[in-house]
C-alpha cells in the first residue's frame, strides 16, 4: 500500500493543483519511483489510497499495467483518515496477510523484496539515522526488537514497514495515526524493524524535494 492521501500543506502552492505523490523528483512523478521498485521486487498488486486531488492520481497512474502492477484505489472522504484510519479504510482491499506499507512522500533505496517476507510480529518498521528536521528521532532498536524507549540507538521511522492486519483488531473506522498503534504493540513486544543506512529523503518541503530532485538528477 502507498499512503497517498495527504493534503501537503508544507508543500503549498505546488500542492493546490498537483498532489503531492504526482511532484516530480529525477525526472518523473515521486509516486513512480515507488510503483517501479515495487514492481522490480516482485509486487503485482498495490493498494492506493487517495483524498486530495485523488481524481488526478487516478487519471494519471489508471490501472497501473505500464509499471507491470494492478493498482487498486481506496478512496477516502475530503479531509483524509490519518495514516491508521486510512489504512484500517483500506483493509477489505488489502486482504488478510501482512502487507508492506510506503509512505508517498519518501524516497529510500532500502531493498523491498526482503520485506516482503511476512514478520512474525505484528509489525516490522525500515528505521533510518535522523535527519535535521527530526533530530531526537521516533522510536529505539535494541537488536531487531522496536521500543519506545530504552537502550539502543534512538532512530526516526523511514515510513516504510510491513503489518499484520491484526494491528487494527481493536480499531473503530473513522481518522486516526498510527503511531499509537505501533506504541501499543511495542508496549507488548510485537514490533521488529531494521536500521536501513542508505539514502532516504523526507519530501515534506519545497526545499526538500528540490533538494531530493538535485540529488537523483546527479546520479542519473
Known amino acids: 500500500m502507498i499512503l497517498a492521501a495527504g493534503r501537503g500543506e508544507r508543500m503549498r502552492p505546488l500542492t493546490d493543483h498537483t498532489p503531492k505523490p504526482l511532484l516530480a523528483v529525477g525526472g518523473r512523478p515521486l509516486i513512480e519511483h515507488h510503483l ?3 514492481a522490480d521486487a516482485g509486487v503485482t498488486e498495490v493498494v492506493i489510497n487517495t483524498a486530495w486531488l485523488g ?3 487516478e487519471a494519471h497512474l489508471g490501472d497501473g499495467s505500464r509499471y507491470g502492477l494492478h493498482l487498486n484505489y481506496s478512496r477516502e472522504p475530503e479531509g483524509a483518515l490519518d495514516t491508521g484510519g486510512g489504512i484500517r479504510h483500506a483493509l477489505p482491499l488489502l486482504g488478510d496477510a501482512p502487507f508492506l506499507v510506503i509512505n508517498g512522500d519518501v ?3 532500502v531493498p523491498l523484496a526482503p520485506l516482503l517476507t511476512p514478520p512474525r510480529a505484528l509489525a516490522h518498521l525500515v528505521l533510518v539515522d535522523n535527519p535535521d528536521h527530526n533530530e531526537n528521532g521516533d522510536f529505539v532498536l535494541n537488536g531487531n526488537s522496536v521500543a519506545e524507549t530504552g537502550a539502543g540507538p534512538r ?3 523511514a515510513g516504510i514497514g510491513i503489518f499484520h492486519p491484526a494491528l487494527w483488531a481493536d480499531t473503530r473506522p473513522g481518522a486516526f495515526p498510527l503511531a499509537p498503534l505501533l506504541r501499543g504493540a511495542m508496549a507488548a513486544g ?3 524493524g531494521q536500521h536501513h543506512r542508505g ?4 519530501v515534506g518541503t519545497p526545499e526538500r524535494l528540490r533538494g531530493l530532485d538535485r540529488a537523483l538528477r546527479d546520479t542519473g
Open 55 to 57: 481524481d488526478r492520481i
Open 107 to 109: 524516497w529510500c533505496d
Open 199 to 202: 539514502q532516504w529523503h523526507d
Open 190 to 192: 510485537r514490533v521488529t
Open 36 to 38: 517501479l521498485a515495487l
Open 155 to 157: 532512530l526516526t521511522y
